[in-house]
């Protein structure tokens, strides 16, 4: 089956620095790729996608990078603010089936 | 505001109650989905409604039934559940044939008591 996974389950960063998350997927065949945030209290909120035919994606402070030779997607912050602080998981897509990692938790530090 | 409300928000039952779930979107979109999110685990595809046709996940317990009277709201009814199905429900909705993400409500967080 689909197994998506994030390297690591914890994260602590200084506020400004940059953060790095990190995802592996398995599903050779998987063509859209999707970062979440979730804060306490809330659902996953959408930050940025990419399709297969690219290799990376900026947005608002957000970078993801797609490396389909080794099955790797990554989420990197610009200059972390306290308000980053939340779990973060990445989700990729076959057709119209989701599969989802566990998620990190980012911990931005004062 | 995510465009996804669900209610309630909290909700306390026990095993022999009968209790249901509410979503609405207000974001055009023509498919809606229940995830179940557990501790520690990634989450869990529970049903599908595409264009008001359900696809499931065929290892969810007859114990949770959806119901998808238009595009716009979705419903789970639940009846005799069990303590391990406490867990954070949660409603989306998407574009089914895009590539398009997922948009999630707050989730309801249910307690089997």
Known sequence: ?110 | ETGVTQTPRHLVMGMTNKKSLKCEQHLGHNAMYWYKQSAKKPLELMFVYSLEERVENNSVPSRFSPECPNSSHLFLHLHTLQPEDSALYLCASSHRHNDSPLHFGNGTRLTVT
């Open chain 1, 1 to 110: 089956g689909e197994s998506v996974g994030l390297h690591l389950p914890t994260l602590s960063v200084q506020e400004g620095d940059n953060s790095i998350i990190n995802c592996a997927y398995s599903n050779s065949a998987s063509d859209y790729f999707i970062w979440y945030k979730q804060e306490s209290g809330k659902g996953p909120q959408f930050i940025i996608d990419i399709r297969s035919n690219m290799d990376k994606r900026q947005g608002q402070r957000v970078t993801v990078l797609l490396n389909k030779t080794v099955k790797h997607l990554s989420l990197q912050i610009a200059a972390t603010q306290p308000g980053d602080s939340a779990v973060y998981f990445c989700a990729d897509s076959t057709g119209n089936q989701f599969y989802f990692g566990t998620g990190t938790s980012l911990t931005v530090i004062p």
